[in-house]
């Protein structure tokens, strides 16, 4: 199968917005578990399954461990990219997950690094890039 | 001088959002060359050029060219990350401009790349991330 850029619409788009080229969910994570955060190791593991699980294909990744905390984590996908920053000393992680295609869910990886990070809020703005309307 | 995430406010912050962990700019570019979206090089040149303009500085960089066409560039920073995905057959990108401190101009790395794909318009949604008063 050739790879693409696929510019149909996302899973989760509505239907005044289904043929947006891009569908990124900015996610804030609270409360999350500080340890977490700071393990590049489990940062890397996580946006991976996250990828996996959401149907997305990796394609290059960048992880870095800062000191005294925090973890910066980039995955470009097949399908846009994924990206992950934490601030372990607020309990606090800045996720985007950017994805195009019909074949990936975002809301899946949402849902699952959520859950990883142990955080006891989350949430996440939906906005639809690219949108017919404005192109 | 130690790598950290800084926390203190960005740049462009207002008074009530100083205090932001990061300042997200969700850049629009439309009307842009099709032949520079599709130019891999150029594209990482413009990328890395804009990083360095802005004061940011690079850990990590990931770049890819699709078939029939596109290109999806990740930069990651010690201040976050620059992303771009490219849609030459819409004459259309979108850039993220993640920056966190204040010692990059994420509104600078916006000049420059709405300038280098000659893009005929542009806009930019500021999103302050781990806002004070959701922390």
């Known amino acids: ?37 700071n393990d590049v190791t489990f940062v890397r593991k996580q946006l991976l399954e996250a990828a996996r699980q959401a149907g997305a294909t990796v394609i290059g990744e960048t992880f870095h461990s800062f000191s005294p905390c925090g973890v910066t984590g980039t995955l470009s996908l097949q399908e846009s990219h994924l990206s992950i920053h934490t601030w372990p000393e607020h309990q606090y992680a800045a996720v985007d997950i950017f994805t195009c295609g019909d074949s990936v869910d975002p809301w899946c990886a949402y849902e699952l690094l959520k859950a990883a990070f142990e955080a006891e809020r989350g949430s996440a703005m939906e906005i639809h890039r690219g949108r017919p309307d404005v192109l």
């Open 1 to 37: 199968m050739p790879e693409t850029h696929n510019s149909s619409h996302p899973i989760s788009a509505s239907t005044s917005t289904r043929s947006a080229l891009g569908c990124q969910l900015l996610v804030d994570l609270h409360c999350c578990d500080r340890a977490l955060l």
